[in-house]
T-cell receptor, first 115, second 113 residues
Framework: DAGVIQSPRHEVTEMGQEVTLRCKPISGHNSLFWYRQTMMRGLELLIYFNNNVPIDDSGMPEDRFSAKMPNASFSTLKIQPSEPRDSAVYFC?????????????FGDGTRLSIL | KQEVTQIPAALSVPEGENLVLNCSFTDSAIYNLQWFRQDPGKGLTSLLLIQSSQREQTSGRLNASLDKSSGRSTLYIAASQPGDSATYLCAVFSGGGADGLTFGKGTHLIIQP
């Protein structure tokens, strides 16, 4: 079975540019999570969707970040405008059911560098 | 706010040794605890999930225990192999509307051949 698929794997762009990260969850999973990983802060939850609806976006750092899930098989995380401090690895994860009751399955991440 | 701590931050042991990784959390009101493995440049692979009502879970050479009242979990790896080298992360699910996982910063494990 295909796992969680993220694209691109790597993104290097200049400060001020718009960045769009993409995620395809495992088919049949109805919960989707976006996390950010940095050396200083470790892994942090940014936003959580259940049945395509954003449930908890309290982890989104500021208005420059937005996330959408237009259907059950696709989600995007957008940063506009990007800043150097946004450099991190961004992970998407999906799971069955709601919340964290079931194991979360992670994609390989997008390594984002903002120059 | 839930906080998860993992000790040690790094560990290097010879092949064949048994070892224990530690995880502690500040709020004992959790639904479950999950151990993950992360290889360089890769995502996280779920190893074991322990529900709050359980004391331990086993998978092959891995055994995870949970003492919810004291806010502790351990991951025991038996007969370690070089292929076990990775970063091991502990995460708790606290529910209550915060539906994501709270992660520790991980233990970087190196198994020397």
């Amino acid at each position: 079975d295909a796992g969680v698929i993220q694209s691109p794997r790597h993104e290097v762009t200049e400060m001020g540019q718009e960045v769009t990260l993409r995620c395809k969850p495992i088919s049949g999973h109805n919960s989707l999570f976006w996390y950010r990983q940095t050396m200083m802060r470790g892994l942090e939850l940014l936003i959580y969707f259940n049945n395509n609806v954003p449930i908890d976006d309290s982890g989104m750092p500021e208005d420059r970040f937005s996330a959408k899930m237009p259907n059950a098989s696709f989600s995007t995380l957008k940063i506009q405008p990007s800043e150097p401090r946004d450099s991190a690895v961004y992970f998407c994860a999906s799971s069955l059911g709601s919340g964290g009751i079931q194991p979360q399955h992670f994609g390989d991440g997008t390594r984002l560098s903002i120059l | 706010k839930q906080e998860v701590t993992q000790i040690p931050a790094a560990l290097s042991v010879p092949e064949g040794e048994n070892l224990v990784l530690n995880c502690s959390f500040t709020d004992s009101a959790i639904y479950n605890l999950q151990w993950f493995r992360q290889d360089p440049g890769k995502g996280l692979t779920s190893l074991l999930l322990i529900q709050s009502s359980q004391r331990e879970q086993t998978s092959g050479r891995l055994n995870a225990s949970l003492d919810k009242s004291s806010g502790r979990s351990t991951l025991y790896i038996a007969a370690s192999q070089p292929g076990d080298s990775a970063t091991y992360l502990c995460a708790v699910f606290s529910g209550g509307g915060a539906d994501g996982l709270t992660f520790g910063k991980g233990t970087h494990l190196i198994i020397q051949p």
